[in-house]
């Protein structure tokens, strides 16, 4: 049980939203964050329970706009109760939950369903976003103004792209009309075709038909040229390719709203790490080269990319052991989010406020929630990290149902070591964090 007032001392303090970084306490008090002191401790109030930070990162807890869960209609892939015991150990403090389920959340009702049992079992804060058009179709859209009602807090096809135009131009006014964020896949699947992985040398080496990066840029050049023609608020879901950092550049300098994600796999991961055929790997968009995860890499510090993803999508064993080009894409994510996010903090290739801003303050700004900053009368939603923990992940250990990960005996550096989700502790990790009164 929680208690009603809690003082977190002794922490690095991290405030993505600001850059600001140096020694501090965080008391907490009916879910929020109620007091701030950078450097001397304040005293503990009567009755508070004081947790000794011993010295590490505490930073606001992660959002995750992107993340497959199976309930419902696909709960022996994974459920709410158990993708968010995994986004807990991860330090996520918020999942957006895609709409590919069964049946769709295409309708209010579906909506209510996955807020009230996320409520009954999860223990972390899960967001649904609603579908563009009714089926995940492409062809008839969906009653924005009642789903958004409901709770919806944004809208997608999932993996599928609304390939129509006439479709996404309507969806797109639509978004603008009701002040919604539009995520949208930017693959068009004629021209995946049959690929299962990215096109070139390495693809005709492993006698695997390719995808080309021409899949991706040519809807989000069409994308953006309907946001530019509707003046909607759009969001990229994932990118992976040079040319579209050069796109979503453009279109800011333009100053369209538009703004993108990019998946922790395609930021860490190479074409290369497919290695003999490893259908983990196999994933959407597929793994690039590394020219292109190096300026994605670039991007992300320099703010092009707005949010890293986890992309998490469990699979079973049925749809992953079988040869490369027959399995399904996707992989876990949510737990490793930040372990192999870190990966980029550890090469110097970005600063740790830089990165914890685009896991957490840019996707709070996205959504409009006042999340994802260390301020007064903020969300009490806190990750405590150890970004010099060492550890080989095992698959076996991760709290999801699928077991499908790309990391899969990979040595990672860095974890969460406790997550707070409106003042309560929802998970803690052995040895971590113990009560100093």
């Known amino acids: 049980m929680s208690v009603r007032s809690t003082l977190l001392t002794n922490a690095r303090l991290c405030d993505p939203a600001t850059g600001r970084e140096g020694p501090g306490h965080i008391l907490i008090r009916d879910g929020g964050i109620a007091d701030i002191a950078w450097g001397a401790a304040p005293g503990a109030p009567a009755g508070c329970e004081a947790i000794d930070c011993a010295g590490h990162v505490l930073a606001p807890g992660l959002i ?43 309708g209010p009702a579906i909506v209510d369903f996955v807020l009230r049992r996320a409520r009954d079992t999860a223990c972390v804060n899960v967001l649904p976003a609603a579908a563009i058009t009714k089926g995940l179709a492409g062809r008839e859209m969906t009653e924005f103004g009642l789903l958004q009602e409901a709770g919806a807090v944004a809208f997608t096809d999932g993996l599928k792209a609304v390939t129509n135009a006439q479709v996404m131009r309507r969806a797109l006014t639509y978004a603008r009309d009701f002040g919604v964020l539009l995520m949208q896949h930017v693959e068009e699947p004629d021209l995946v075709g ?31 040229r309907l946001v530019r023609l509707t003046g909607a608020r759009y969001h990229a ?100 989010l930040l372990g192999a996010s870190l990966r980029l903090v550890h ?29 007064v009368g903020a969300p009490a939603d806190l990750v405590l990290i ?43 990790a052995p040895g971590a964090a113990e009560e100093a009164a």
């Open 64 to 106: 995750d706009l992107r993340a497959f869960v199976g309930e419902p209609g696909a709960e022996h892939r994974e459920t709410l109760a158990s993708a968010s015991a995994a986004a807990a150990a991860g330090g996520v403090t918020t999942l957006v939950c895609m709409p590919d389920t069964n049946p769709v959340i295409d």
């Open 194 to 224: 049959d690929g299962v992985m990215n096109e070139g040398e390495m693809a005709s080496r492993l006698g695997l038909l390719g995808i080309p990066r021409e899949a991706e840029t040519v809807m989000l050049e069409r994308d953006i």
């Open 237 to 336: 879901a994932m990118i992976s390719t040079a040319d579209s950092v050069e796109i979503v550049r453009r279109a800011k300098h333009d100053g369209l709203p538009v703004t993108c994600g990019a998946s922790v796999n395609n930021l860490v991961l190479n074409e290369g790490d497919i290695g003999h055929y490893r259908t983990f790997c196999r994933l959407s968009p597929p793994l690039r080269h590394e020219h292109d995860r190096l300026a994605l890499v670039a991007a992300l510090d320099e703010g092009v990319v707005d949010v890293v993803v986890s992309d998490h999508n469990p699979q079973d064993v049925e749809t992953k052991r079988l040869p490369f080009a027959e399995a399904a894409n996707g992989a876990l994510g949510i737990e490793t």
């Open 347 to 375: 090469t110097s290739d970005i600063a740790l406020p830089r990165l914890l801003a685009a896991l957490s303050a840019r996707p709070a700004d996205i959504l409009g929630r006042p999340a994802g900053r260390l301020a």
């Open 386 to 428: 150890d970004p010099d923990l060492p550890y080989v992940l095992d698959k076996r250990q991760l709290k999801s149902r699928s077991k499908n990960s790309p990391f899969d005996e990979a040595r990672l550096q860095g974890g969460a070591l406790m997550t707070v989700v409106g003042g309560r502790v929802v998970f803690r």
